[in-house]
């Protein structure tokens, strides 16, 4: 399975995406702004050269999400959380 950790930082409702990866090359982008805001839904869009209902999150540092299709989430990060890191891991299932 091949993972790539994206570290998304939250301060004053904004993110930052930093990515690696070895062999494949994947792109995170929100869809309806520029910035997560905290306390509420926000829809991110993730492609991989691979097919994109084998694509799934997992963020560690709190927030949730939920799956709405192939290669988009939800992502919420709790108000708790501004100014700390939440890291979002994109896998292949």
Known sequence: MKK???VVSLF??????T???TK??????ADRMNVFYAGLSNPITVNAP???EELSIELKGGG????????????TIPET?????VTVHVKTT
């Open 19 to 21: 990515a690696q990866t």
């Open 12 to 17: 004053m409702l904004s993110f930052s995406l």
């Open 81 to 85: 959380l501004i100014g700390k890191t």
């Open 24 to 29: 494949s090359w994947v792109t995170v982008s």
């Open 64 to 75: 949730s999400y939920t799956k709405t299709g192939p290669g988009t989430f939800n992502i």
């Open 4 to 6: 790539l950790v994206i």
């Open 50 to 52: 691979i097919a994109p």
